[in-house]
Every structure is written in structure tokens, then in C-alpha cells.
Nanobody
């Protein structure tokens, strides 16, 4: 069973930066598609970004494009989210997500949504003060 553990959330001022990390268990991490979602109070969980199993492809929501960067280290079983130029509307609980098996390797990153994710982390809170 794959387990995901996020870290790095916290309080930051608008315009600042924060880096989230997600550590994954499992010997086949390098075959997983990995991504990040977020959920603000009273709102649905929304897609933020995803990265392919080999790191060769990435995809971003329009709201974070140019500000956030996803990366992965398959040797360390980790995926990271560098968030720059943070805005108050980025305030949310951020969830690490994984797609395993064939879906993790072959489904296009643009198809990711909160209804088709196989594994979730517990979430980490990011609060951006204005």
C-alpha cells in the first residue's frame, strides 16, 4: 500500500515563497504519476499540478502557472512543490496525490481530477496573509 506524507506547509506573507514536499513509500515510486491538489474552506478540491512518472512532463492549473514548480526525485521517493509569488487565494490545504499502475504511466496529466486519484496524502495547510 502506497503512503504519502506531506510537509512544508505554514504561514507566509503574500508575495513570499514556500516549498512543500511529499515523501512516498513503495518500491515502485518511479512508476507513479504524482501531483498536488488543494482545497480551500468551503470549496471543492482542485487540481494544482502533476508530473509524469519519469519527470519528463508537467502540467499546471492556469491559476498557478508561472508561479509554482513541481519536481520529483525518484532516487529519494519524493515530489516537491515550489510556490513563489504566493497570493491570499492560494490559501488552502494542499494534498499530495499519486496515480499508480497503468494509469500512473499512461494517462495524460491534463486528465487529472480529484475523482480519479488512487492515493492521497493527509494534507498540509498553507496560509497566505495579505
Amino acid at each position: 500500500q502506497v503512503q504519502l506524507v506531506e510537509s512544508g506547509g505554514g504561514l507566509v506573507q503574500a508575495g513570499g515563497s514556500l516549498r512543500l514536499s511529499c515523501a512516498a513509500s513503495g518500491r515502485t515510486f518511479s512508476s507513479y504519476g504524482m501531483g498536488w491538489f488543494r482545497q480551500a474552506p468551503g470549496k471543492e478540491r482542485e487540481f494544482v499540478t502533476a508530473i509524469s512518472w519519469n519527470g519528463g512532463s508537467t502540467f499546471y492549473a492556469d491559476s498557478v502557472k508561472g508561479r509554482f514548480t513541481i519536481s520529483r526525485d525518484n532516487a529519494k521517493n519524493t515530489v516537491s512543490l515550489q510556490m513563489n509569488s504566493l497570493k491570499s487565494e492560494d490559501t488552502a490545504v494542499y494534498y499530495c496525490a499519486a496515480k499508480t499502475g497503468a494509469s500512473g504511466r499512461h494517462e495524460p496529466l491534463s486528465s487529472w481530477n480529484h475523482n480519479n486519484i488512487g492515493v492521497w496524502g493527509q494534507g498540509t495547510l498553507v496560509t497566505v496573509s495579505s
